[in-house]
Structure formats: structure tokens, C-alpha cells
């Protein structure tokens, strides 16, 4: 199956997805944030015509009137309207983020994800957008090497394991939160991001087909989260931190910290979207501690690094550069680590989590701990 994301294709498209067994939820082009009466009489004309257009291809299988709250307006009645138009197709009220509890699907988006929303007792419970683990590959781009991707990879072979790893949490997800539906981004690089298996070109596929086909199928392991150090999304952790520009060494393991505050995660301001605030942080900058302990039996090179920071963030262990990453995100993403943090943990020993984060506009927010995932026949 796949997401025709904002675009009608001309009928052809659809004619060779009919001839090959490929399903499509078909959405409508995004509107601009324009309230304006002739503005949605013109979106409710197009909608109208794109499903008659296109009501007797028999792939379609879903109507998508909104993405992502853009230009969204009259949910309910728009989802309602779209099922009259056409009776014998699913129509989902919108594509992630503001769902009107309105149409046959509550759709959820999760970057890279998965992530499902609650089950409910009339709608399907779907994924309407998760991945978006980008690989640049030079020549083969719209803009040079400018361009986006939620999750940045090496190459072809890390870009391969983190696709089966996340299709193996998909499966899971089927298996136990009821998920019905997943739509992965995206199946080719597009003029500004990178998310594509892909390239823009169609030159180069970035993956190990026979791979990403087998997880697709569920053929390789399920894969489930274990929390090593959590974060502070559902309970507090504590940590000590400060305001004050540190002396030198702050994040390595022998540092003083007992004159810092200690207090709980995360810390940021009420407002910043996924934040869960439980200490005030509104200066500009923030730096934070937190010892841990692994067990002798984890292996450093299966850990990830689960995050939500907004803005500027760089993570160290044992005072070795972990990550670091510019900008901001709105939830909780999880990230590989590099290779010479992981030669720096110290399996049955004390650790040192440290973080410094910088915020210079909007909201703010810092938060994060340590998972692995452990594989299930």
C-alpha cells in the first residue's frame, strides 16, 4: 500500500496500481491557512471532482481530505461529506496530528517512530507517517547536498539495519497496541528531502531490497523497547544540573558536581510541544548530569540515545562526544551513538550522562535517557 501524499497522479498511475495489486490512500492537495469562504468553496469544488475523477479505480481504497492540519477546517463535516460523495471507500478526518475523532481511522504521525494511538471501538488505529531515515547520496540529489531527513545515516548498510529495526517495532506494534496500518517515509527522495529508499533520480536504491522486503513481510524478529536509563516522558528522573557555565571537564565522570541543583526531568517552559515539563529551565542555556549503570551482560553497541531537545543539544558519556544535533524536535526521537562514545561505556561500572543544551527563540526543552532493543522470535 502506499500514501499519494498531496498529489493526484493522471489516471495512468492508478491504472498500473490497479494491474499490480498496489492499494492507495489518495489525499487531497494541501490548502494554505486561508479562512476565507471562496477559498474552501474552491478546496470542496477540487475535493469533489478528484473523488468522482476517480471514484472507479478500484486501488483507492482510502480518502485523505487533511494533512497535518494544513488548511484544515470543518473536520467532521468534511469527513462526513466525503463519505457521501463515495459510500464504499475508508475516508480518514486527517492525516496526523488533529484528529476530530471523525471518519473510519484515527491516524497518528511519528518521526522516526513507530508509535500508535489508542485503539478505539469504531476506528482503526494507523500510522500515517513514521521513518524519514535519510541517505544523501551525491549526484543523485535535487539540491546538491542540501536537504532534509528526520534521521540521519551512513551509508547503505546502517541506513538497511535501521529500516529492519524499525519494521521489527512496526510488527510489534500490530502485535500488541493493535496497530492497523503503517505508511513508512518515503519510497523516493523528493526536490527537498533525503527519506527516500529511493534516490531522486531513481538511479540508485539505497537499500538491501531482499532486506527491507523480508522485514515488510514481518519475516525477521519482533523488536521490543527495554529502558536502560528512562527518561523523564512518563515518571521523573533526577538530575543534577545548573545555569552557570561550568568549569572545564563538566561531563566527565571525575567532575564535581555536588554544588549543582538536582531536580527532576525534563526542563524546559509550559507550551514546547512534547515537553513534559517538571523543572523551570528559561535561560538560555542548561547543563545536566546523570550517573547510571549497566549491567555486564548489555553490550554498549546496542544502546540508543532517547532524546527531546529543543534547541541546540550535544550529549556526552564519560565525558566522550556522544551526539549532538542543531535545531529542534517535537517528541521524543530515539539515535545511534558514535562509535567512540560506545567504546566508552563501561559495562558493571559507573557512568556519566551529560548534556548541554542552548535555546535562543520559541519554546524550550531538554530530556533524555538510554533504551536497546531486544529481538523476539
Not at 287 to 312: A, C, G, I, N, T
Amino acid at each position: 500500500m502506499i500514501r499519494k501524499h498531496v498529489k493526484v497522479e493522471p489516471a495512468r498511475f492508478y491504472y498500473w496500481c490497479d494491474r499490480l495489486g498496489l492499494l492507495v490512500w489518495q489525499d487531497m492537495p494541501s490548502a494554505m491557512r486561508d479562512e476565507s469562504a471562496d477559498s474552501r468553496k474552491q478546496f470542496e469544488a477540487e475535493w469533489e471532482r478528484i473523488v468522482d475523477q476517480h471514484r472507479n479505480a478500484p486501488c483507492i481504497i482510502m480518502w485523505v481530505p487533511f494533512n497535518e492540519g494544513w488548511g484544515q477546517y470543518d473536520t467532521q463535516r468534511i469527513a462526513e461529506w466525503t463519505k457521501k460523495l463515495d459510500p464504499t471507500r475508508l475516508v480518514n478526518n486527517a492525516s496526523g496530528w488533529t484528529d476530530f475523532k471523525a471518519g473510519d481511522v484515527h491516524d497518528i504521525h511519528k518521526y522516526p517512530g513507530p508509535g500508535a494511538p489508542p485503539t478505539e471501538q469504531y476506528r482503526a488505529a494507523v500510522l500515517g507517517e513514521f521513518g524519514g531515515l535519510g541517505l544523501t547520496l551525491p549526484k543523485h540529489t535535487w539540491a546538491g547536498e542540501k536537504g532534509f531527513s528526520y534521521q540521519g545515516t551512513e551509508d547503505s548498510k546502517q541506513l538497511t539495519e535501521r529500516y529492519v529495526r524499525l519494521l521489527g517495532r512496526v510488527h510489534e506494534l500490530k502485535d500488541t497496541a493493535g496497530l492497523c496500518a503503517a505508511v513508512y517515509t518515503q519510497t523516493t527522495d523528493v526536490e527537498q528531502e533525503l527519506n527516500g529508499l529511493l534516490t531522486y533520480d531513481r538511479e540508485v536504491m539505497k537499500v538491501d531490497v531482499d532486506r527491507v522486503r523480508a522485514a515488510n513481510l514481518g519475516q525477521t524478529p519482533r523488536v521490543t523497547i527495554v529502558e536502560v536509563l528512562p527518561t523523564s516522558q512518563k515518571e521523573p528522573q533526577t538530575w543534577q544540573y545548573t545555569f552557570q557555565t561550568p568549569a572545564e571537564g563538566w561531563m566527565s565522570r571525575s567532575f564535581d558536581a555536588s554544588n549543582w541543583k538536582q531536580g527532576p526531568g525534563g526542563f524546559g517552559t509550559e507550551g514546547t510541544p512534547g515537553a513534559v515539563v517538571r523543572t523551570q529551565w528559561n535561560t538560555p542555556d542548561i547543563w545536566l548530569r546523570r550517573e547510571f549503570e549497566l549491567s555486564k551482560d548489555v553490550k554498549p553497541e546496542d544502546l540508543l540515545l532517547v532524546v527531546h531537545h529543543d534547541e541546540e543539544a550535544e550529549v556526552y558519556i564519560n565525558g566522550v562526544a556522544a551526539w549532538r544535533r542543531r535545531n529542534f524536535q517535537t517528541d521524543y526521537e530515539e539515535f545511534g551513538l558514535r562509535a567512540e562514545a560506545y567504546a566508552a561505556i563501561k559495562p558493571g561500572e559507573r557512568n556519566v550522562l551529560a548534556i548541554h543544551c542552548r535555546q535562543t527563540t520559541g519554546g524550550q526543552y531538554i530530556d533524555a535517557g538510554l533504551m536497546r532493543l531486544a529481538k523476539k522470535r
